[in-house]
């Protein structure tokens, strides 16, 4: 009998599941606090369980922990995780730590379909989905490990959590609410809706759909001025145009915990940096755009250079002169100091190096099939690059307006 992961269970699903098992409910709230507040993996710790339900729990269920790749530590406090999620794809999640907070980027999918140009996640292609169980297994970890790590006992390290990682999360929708919902609850890890993000490239039914099941504060990657931008930079803008989107965003409004909306800005050298451009934005968003006042900050994004991308960082000066047109155009905006530099560059890197090892024999075998039905010239493998300060781990784990959140995508 395959073993069920209790990860994978919000409360109410984990109750059923103890209900089914012929205890009450109370006996799952006292496992899911062991599980999310405590980090426990062995159901014989868990010491006010009754022995009969241990008992039960040790031959049916296991706590899942996702296998270490490995884990980088920045100069700068900032770790970058890179979990083995099988079948040679990995996902990666990174730490930021503030004086006043600590942000976990979390992954929701393994590869990316949306395929943004600036994105190296997008450039791997998709691969599958994450399971709740394996977005958590990310939170549970570095949650608990930062603990051990920083001896603070039971009192919480990650304030923040930030779906921006690997992924379209709303592409992933049933797996996303759930784990959401686990992040928020109290007898889990009680944090805020204000401080759960989901970023989303404006998948626009989704973001309705969030709205109604589980609003926390939304940020959306906006990245152009245009709909004629924008489709070449998010391909998705060819089927839900920025109109569209905008409005989605009036509509999320009316049930989100935050006042605005965040709009994520990737500066680009040369394609969407302008001054004329950031007008464009300020009418995007203002009283005559197309869904009306906006209300909104911006976070300027300066690009993590990757290998393939053909795209250039926008120069500080530049990215400066963008900023001071949109916030004297009335809008809170802030650009995203980078972090961990000496562990990697864009997210994506590290979980593409292990595809690249380890699937490039069978892309190498389909590429050869298709050359066969479609005889067109291959382009050239790309060389994947090091990254520095890595360290081998084990699996096991012992915002504000005006605010800068320093998480990549």
Same mark, same amino acid.
């Given at each position: ?7 994978? !269970?919000?409360?109410?699903? *984990?109750?059923?599941?103890? +209900? ?5 409910? !109370?006996?799952?709230? %006292? ?18 369980? =009754?022995?009969? *339900? ?6 049916? /269920? ?34 930021? #730590? +503030? ?37 958590? &297994?990310?939170?549970?970890?570095? +949650? ?25 999360? *709303? %592409? ?6 759930? /784990? ?24 626009? #039914? ?36 920025? &109109? ?18 965040? !709009? ?22 203002g009283p005559r755009g197309p869904a009306g006042r906006v209300p909104c900050k911006f976070n300027l994004i300066p690009f993590n250079p990757f290998p393939a ?13 963008? =900023? ?26 590290? =979980? ?18 298709? =050359?066969?039905?479609?005889? *067109? ?33």
């Amino acid at each position: 009998m395959t073993a069920v992961n209790l990860l994978d !269970f919000d409360l109410d699903a *984990l109750a059923a599941y103890c +209900e089914q098992l012929g205890e009450k409910r !109370f006996r799952a709230t %006292q496992l899911f606090r062991w599980i999310h507040q405590k980090g426990a993996r062995d159901f014989a710790q868990m010491s006010d369980l =009754a022995k009969s *339900l241990r008992d039960k729990l040790a031959g049916r /269920a296991q706590i899942q922990a996702l296998a270490i790749i490995s884990e980088h530590v920045s100069a700068d406090g900032t770790v970058k995780w890179l979990f083995d999620v099988g079948g040679g794809d990995a996902v990666e999640t990174v730490f930021i #730590p +503030e004086d006043d907070r600590g942000t976990l980027c979390i992954s929701s999918q393994a590869g990316c379909a949306v395929g943004c140009r600036f994105c190296s996640t997008g450039h791997q292609g998709f691969s599958r989905n994450l399971s709740t169980g394996e977005i958590l &297994a990310q939170l549970w970890h570095a +949650e608990h490990a930062l603990r051990a790590r920083l001896g603070t006992g039971s009192e919480r390290v990650i304030s923040n959590v930030v779906m921006m990682g690997m992924g379209e999360p *709303l %592409q992933n929708y049933s797996a996303l609410v759930p /784990a959401l919902r686990v992040m928020l609850d109290d007898h889990g890890y009680g944090l805020s809706r204000r401080r759960v993000t989901v970023s989303t490239s404006g998948v626009v #039914p989704m973001i309705d759909r969030l709205r109604e099941d589980c609003p926390v504060a939304l940020a959306v990657s906006l990245h152009a001025s245009s709909d004629a931008l924008r489709d070449e930079l998010v391909p998705l803008n060819r089927k839900y145009p920025i &109109a569209e989107l905008l409005q989605a965003c009036q509509r999320y409004l009316e049930a989100a915990p935050r006042d605005f909306i965040t !709009f994520e800005y990737c500066m680009l050298d040369g394609v969407n940096d302008s001054e004329a451009q950031a007008r464009e934005l300020l009418a995007l968003v203002g009283p005559r755009g197309p869904a009306g006042r906006v209300p909104c900050k911006f976070n300027l994004i300066p690009f993590n250079p990757f290998p393939a991308s053909g795209l250039v960082r926008s120069k500080p000066a530049q990215v400066q002169a963008f =900023a001071k047109v949109l916030i004297e155009g009335g809008l809170v905006t802030t650009v995203r100091k980078t972090r961990g530099d000496d562990i990697d560059a864009a997210c994506g890197q590290l =979980a593409g190096e292990v595809q690249d090892r380890t699937n490039a024999a069978r892309r190498l075998a389909g590429a050869r099939e298709r =050359a066969v039905q479609i005889p *067109l010239v291959a382009a050239p493998l790309q060389t994947p690059t090091s990254s520095a300060n890595t360290m081998m781990a084990s699996s096991s784990p012992a915002d504000r307006p005006g605010a800068t959140r320093e998480t990549r995508r």
